[in-house]
C-alpha cells in the first residue's frame, strides 16, 4: 500500500539494522494481516488503530489510520477508532470484536472462556477469535517496539485516504 | 533446549495450526535470544523471566524460568525475578537492564531519552539497549498470545534446573 | 471558528435543553481559551487536545485537534500530541506545559511545589501556570460530560486544517 | 450558606483574580446545585462528596461535606461518603446514582447506554441523569482545579452541621 | 480511650467470634501503637488515617480520625489528612513519614534502599523506619478485614475531638 | 514445619528484635492458618500464594509455595497459583474463593454483599468466607513487612515439595 503511494515507511528503516527481526517481523505481520480467509482486512486495521490507541503509539495509530480509513472506505473510522472506540460508528459484531481485543491489550491475563464465549455468541468462529487475540498481541509488541525505539510515522501517512 | 529434554513444548503444538505465524514467531524468538554477541543468554532469559512475572503469564515463567535457571547456573534466581526482580539477587547492570525492560512491558509509551540514557550510564551499548527493548516487546506479544489461548507449560518444565 | 466554517458544534445542541448551563459552559470556556495574554492560543489547544487524548474523549480531540491545526498552521500536531505528546514535535517550553497538564488531567492530587517551580524554570508566569492548570481543569470537566452524554463529533471538523 | 455563617468561602479568594472566570464558575456552580426540579439538594452534595473524596480533593470534601450536613439534616453521612459510599448509609436510589457519577469521575470514557439504562431502572429521570453526569463533571474540574492551586477549606467548614 | 468514652468500639464486637484472632489482633495493635518510645502517638495515628483513607476504609478513618484528633490536640488535622494529607498542615517530618507509609500501602513490592534514605536524612531513626512500615502494614490487614466484613464505626467516633 | 526440615525461616529472625510484635504475629498466623475446622490447610496456602503473587512478595510466594506444594501434595500448584490463578488446575471451589481473596487483596473497598453472595452458593460456610477474607488481609500485611524490610526467602524453601 505504501508502496503504491511511493513512500518506505518509516518502520522498515528503524527495522534495516536488524536483518533477521526485520523478516521475522513482516512475515508475521502479513501472516496476520494479508491471511485469507478469516476476519475482514478492515476488521484486523480496526483492530490495530484501537489496541495502539490504548498503548499510545503514535506510529501505529497514524500508519494503520490511514490503512483503516482505505480498507473500510470511510475517512472518519480511524480518528473516531483511535480515541475510544466505545464512542464509534460500530456495529455490534465490531464492538465485540473491539471488547475482546481491549482485553487482550491491556489484561490479557484475566481472559477466560466467558470472554470467548461472547465472540461466539457474536457469530466469530474459533479461528476469527485466534485472529483478533493474534493482532492485539502482534501490535501489543509492535507498540512497545516503536514507543522504546522512538519511531516516528512519516508525514505522507496523515492525509491517507482522508477525501 | 526442550528437545535435549526429550519433550516438546506446548507452545509449538498451540501455534501449528498456524504455519505461517509458527516459523515467524520462531524465527523470531531466535534472532531475539540466540542472536550472536550483545546481551549474553541468561540475561536475556531474565528479561523473559521478569517482564512475563509482571504480565501474569504462566507459560512464560514457567518455561522461561527453566532455562533461565540453566543459563545461569542458579536454582533460585527465576523464581526470584518472577515474583520481584526488585528483590532478586541481581548486580547494578542487572537491575538497570530489568528497569527498562520493565517499563518497555508496562508503561512503553512514557519512555523518552533519559530511560536510554540510564541504561548507557549503566554500560550497555545502543545494539543491546536495542536487545532490551526488542525482548520486553516480543514477549508483550508472546504472554497476551498465550494468556489469550490458554496455553499451558508442560509438566517438564517446573523442575528443570533446579538442581 | 465553525461559524465561519459554516456549521454548529454539536456541543452547543447537546447543551441547548440548559440554558444556564449553556451559558456558564460557555462564557467559561472562552475566558480561558479566548483571553488576552498569557499562553499563545494554539499553546491552549494543545492542553486540551493532550488531555482531551489522555481522558480518551473523541467529540474534543476532533473538534479542538481541528482548532489546534489551524491556530498552530501545523497539519499534523494534532494527531500527533493526542495519541502520545511525548513523541510529538515540541519545543521543551510545549514538553514543561504538558507535563503539568497531564498532572492535572490524570493526578492533580499529588501536584505540589516542585510540579509548579518545574514551570516556573521553564520560563512560565504565575499566570500562565493559572492557565495550563485551569484549561486542563476545565477539559477534565467537558470530557466527561461528552463522554457521559455521549455526544459526537461534526464530520466536518475531521478535515478542518489539514491542508 | 456560608454567607449565613458569616465568613467567605476560601475558593472565593482564590478565584478573584480572575473575575471571568469566577463569574463563569460560580454560575455554573449555581445553575448545576440551586437548580429547581430534578434531584433534591441533599442528592446533589452528595454527589459532589462522594467523587470529591475519590479525586482526593480536601476543599470540596471539607466544604460541600458541611453543606451534605446541613442539607441532608444528618451529621455523619458526610464522612461515611467521603471515605467510600459503598459503606454508607444510603438507600437503593443513592447507591444507583453514586455508582453512576463514580463512573463519570473515574471511567467515564467507558459509559454507555447500560449504565444510564440502570438508572431509569432505579427511577431516574432522563433530567435527573444529566445533572448527576453534569455535577460528578464539574466537580471532575474543581476538584483538578483546587488540587492544582493548592486551595485550603476555611476553618470554620470543618464544625458546619456536626452537631 | 473507647473505654473512657463510654462505648465498646465496633471491632471489638466484630471480632469477638473468633477469641484467638480477637486477642492477636489487638496484642499486635497494641504493640505497634501504644509502644515506648519511637515516633509520637500522633504520628502513629497519622500513619493509620493516611492509609485508611487511601484504602477507603471508612471504619479506621473514622475511629483513628477520633484518636488523631485528641492526641495530635488538632480538631481538623484528622479530615485534613484522611482525604489528602499532601495538602494537610504538615511538618517536612511528616510528610517524609506519609510518603513512605503511602508507599507501603499501595507499592510496597517497589520499596527500596533510596526509601528508607529519605527516611534517614528527615531525621528517622532504624527503630522509627521500622514502626512505620509496621503500622501502615497492619492497617493494610485491618482496613481488608474490615472492609471485607463491613464492620461500620460507632456514631460515637464521629464527634470526639473535635472541639 | 520448617522444623522438621532443619532450618528457620528468616522472617522468625526478621521479627526477632521486636518480641510483642513477634508473639502477636505467629498467634495471628496460627490462629488463622493452623485453626481447626473450616477450610483445608492447603486452601488456606493457595490463598497465601495467590495474594502474595498478586502483591509481589517473594518471601510469601517462595515459603508458602513449599507449603502449599507439601499440604496440597502438587508439585506444580504453587508456581501456577503464585503467577496467575486463572490458569491453574483449580476446582470451581478454588476458583470462587481465590476470586474473592484477589478482591479482598486488590480491591477491598468495593467488596458488598454479592461478593459473599457468590461465595455462599459455591458452598461455603460465613465461617468460611471470614476465613478467606481475614487470610487474604493478614497477608496483606505480611506481604508489605517483608517488602517494606527486604526479607529475603531461606534457599531451602526453593526446593522443598518439588517431588
Known amino acids: 500500500m505504501a508502496e503504491k503511494s511511493g513512500f518506505v515507511p518509516n518502520v522498515f528503516q528503524a527495522l534495516a539494522h536488524r536483518p533477521d527481526e526485520f523478516r521475522a517481523f513482516f512475515a508475521y505481520h502479513d501472516a496476520l494481516m494479508e491471511r485469507e480467509g478469516g476476519l475482514t482486512k478492515a476488521e484486523r ?12 503509539c503514535q506510529y501505529c495509530v497514524v500508519a494503520h489510520g490511514a490503512i483503516l480509513r482505505i480498507r473500510a472506505k470511510n475517512a472518519l473510522i480511524a480518528d473516531q477508532v483511535a480515541v475510544n472506540w466505545r464512542k464509534a460508528d460500530l456495529t455490534p459484531r465490531e464492538r465485540a470484536m473491539l471488547t475482546y481485543a481491549e482485553k487482550v491489550a491491556l489484561n490479557a491475563q484475566r481472559i477466560g472462556e466467558p470472554d470467548r464465549q461472547a465472540l461466539t455468541e ?12 493474534a493482532i492485539a498481541g502482534f501490535f501489543g509488541m509492535s507498540n512497545r517496539l516503536v514507543n522504546a525505539a522512538d519511531i516516528r510515522p512519516n508525514d505522507a501517512f496523515y492525509m491517507l485516504g482522508r477525501g
Open 45 to 56: 486495521e480496526m483492530i490495530v488503530v484501537a489496541t495502539s490507541g490504548l498503548n499510545q
Open 122 to 133: 457474536a457469530g466469530f468462529t474459533e479461528d476469527e477469535i485466534w485472529d483478533i487475540g
